[in-house]
């Protein structure tokens, strides 16, 4: 059974910074991309940033030049550095991975972690 467990969030004054991580763990052949997506109150749930298995990146322009996403294949561990946070940036924010569960899976498979709180006071 495949878990992504998040980690980090909280409270942080506008212009601060707050790094989440989400760890994978349990059975599986190969995590390909990892993403963060956020869901604010009344809002539906967006894409932040995602980083595929070679690292390359994209971002909700929203975040360009304020969040970062990174990666450690060999901890199965995926990051998101988030510096300049704005008041708009409150919401939970959710792990995501695309997993292939064996070699001889067809296709992969998404999780979700549980989420966590990002609150951002002004």
């Known amino acids: 059974q495949v878990q992504l467990v998040e980690s980090g969030g909280g409270l942080v004054q506008a212009g601060g910074s707050l790094r989440l991580s989400c760890a994978a763990s349990?059975?599986?052949?190969?995590?390909?991309?990892m993403g963060w997506y956020r869901q604010a109150p009344g809002r539906q749930r967006e894409l932040v940033a995602v980083i595929t298995s070679s690292g390359s990146t994209n971002y909700a322009d929203s975040v360009k030049g304020r969040f970062t996403i990174s990666r450690d294949n060999a901890k199965n561990t995926v990051y998101l550095q988030m510096n300049s946070l704005k008041p708009e940036d409150t919401a939970v924010y959710y792990c995501?991975?695309?997993?292939?569960?064996?070699?001889?899976?067809?296709?992969?498979?998404?999780?979700w972690g549980q989420g966590t709180q990002v609150t951002v006071s002004s």
């Open positions: 995501n991975a695309a997993i292939k569960i064996s070699a001889w899976t067809i296709g992969v498979a998404e999780y």
């Open positions: 349990g059975s599986f052949f190969r995590i390909n991309a």
